[in-house]
């Protein structure tokens, strides 16, 4: 189904949805006639999927540099091209499954542990190019 409008009351709060029914024909979603309706509702969650880093803000002002796709360029450490700033996760490998970010977040802290002291214990369990495995 797909959502064609969000229905507020007078005072701007949501109350419903109004939904139809779709189905997928030659690469794109096709409405069903006939399938339209109204849903109540008192709150609306987007998910969005992840579209890449916020540019204004931290990334702005630390300057590291973005990749072609968005992504914050990293090295096989996790550190950003600004020394001391380490990105993991969707940031710097972008859009992926959870498992990957955390994967990559232990990594990363074992890196900045060996940045800080020189040394880490911490486990490493996927360097930054690490890609899944095709089946």
Do not use: C
Not at 3 to 25: P, Q
Not at 40 to 55: H, I, S, T, W
Not at 72 to 86: A, C, E, K, L, N
């Amino acid at each position: 189904m797909s959502t064609k409008e969000f229905v507020g009351d007078e005072h701007g709060n949501v109350k419903a949805l109004r939904l139809v029914d779709v189905t997928f024909e030659d690469g794109r979603l096709v409405e069903i006639e006939g399938t339209e309706r109204e849903i109540a509702a008192d709150l609306v969650l987007f998910a969005m999927g992840f579209l890449g880093p916020e540019k204004e803000g931290l990334v702005e002002q630390l300057g590291v540099d973005l990749d072609g796709r968005g992504n914050v360029v990293r090295d096989g450490d996790y550190m950003s091209t600004v020394p001391g700033v380490f990105v993991a996760g969707d940031a710097g490998r972008g859009q992926s499954l959870i498992v990957w970010a955390i994967a990559e977040g232990r990594a990363a802290a074992a890196a900045v542990d060996r940045f800080l002291t020189g040394s880490t214990t911490l486990p490493a369990p996927i360097p930054p190019t690490a890609r899944p495995l095709a089946v």
